[in-house]
Antibody
Framework: EVQLVESGGGLVKPGESLRLSCAASGFTFSTCGMTWVRQAPGKGLEWVSTISYTSDTHYAESVQGRFIISRDNAKNSVDLQMNSLRAEDTAVYYC???????????WGQGTLVTVSS | QSALTQPPSASGSPGQSVTISCTGTSSDIGGYSHVSWYQQHPGKAPKLMIYEVSKRPSGVPDRFSGSKSGNTASLTVSGLQAEDEADYYCSSYAASNKLVFGGGTKLTVL
């Protein structure tokens, strides 16, 4: 059974940094692309970033240059380093596995990031 | 990278069918067959219901079906059941290795 467990969320001030982690199990992590998707309170889903199994990275325009996605195949984990955080980055951040046809087929339960002074 | 357009709400009575639309452009929905649909119950993580426009993952009831015409994709839920009440989101590949979601539709089972 695929399990994804996010951690690292919390309350930070504007301009500060935070690092999220997603621990994966139940599948061959090294052959799977991984994605972060966020959901602001009461709002819809927003794609944030994807890292392929070959470690190619892709970012939404809203986080390009501020966020960095990385993976550690030895630890079966994917991280999201978030710098220069803004109030509009406040959201629940989900990690998800990349499925067929740009679908996201398994999701974690999410971790809440709150950016507020 | 604009969000796809979904109606904010939809509703139907138990046993009826409901269709939710998702409108994009030729740069996303119209240009690729990489349309997915997700179901999200309150406080829960999204769940993949449809991928590649019309394919169902294992375990998803065949009451859920997807289609696409031009720049618009649709999700149809047939034989509505109480547990289908949830938020539904579409997504599409949007070129240059980007992914875009719709704004979401709240489905109410009357």
């Amino acid at each position: 059974e695929v399990q994804l467990v996010e951690s690292g969320g919390g309350l930070v001030k504007p301009g500060e940094s935070l690092r999220l982690s997603c621990a994966a199990s139940g599948f061959t992590f090294s052959t799977c692309g991984m994605t972060w998707v966020r959901q602001a309170p009461g709002k819809g889903l927003e794609w944030v970033s994807t890292i392929s199994y070959t470690s190619d990275t892709h970012y939404a325009e809203s986080v390009q240059g501020r966020f960095i996605i990385s993976r550690d195949n030895a630890k079966n984990s994917v991280d999201l380093q978030m710098n220069s955080l803004r109030a509009e980055d406040t959201a629940v951040y989900y990690c998800a596995t990349d499925g067929i046809g740009w679908s996201r087929d398994s999701w974690g339960q999410g971790t809440l990031v709150t950016v507020s002074s | 990278q604009s969000a796809l357009t979904q109606p904010p709400s939809a509703s139907g009575s138990p046993g009826q069918s409901v269709t939710i639309s998702c409108t994009g452009t030729s740069s996303d929905i119209g240009g690729y067959s990489h349309v997915s649909w997700y179901q999200q119950h309150p406080g829960k993580a999204p769940k993949l219901m449809i991928y590649e426009v019309s394919k169902r993952p294992s375990g998803v009831p065949d009451r859920f079906s997807g289609s696409k015409s031009g720049n618009t994709a649709s999700l149809t839920v047939s034989g509505l059941q109480a547990e289908d009440e949830a938020d539904y989101y579409c997504s599409s590949y949007a070129a240059s290795n980007k992914l875009v979601f719709g704004g979401g539709t709240k489905l109410t089972v009357l």
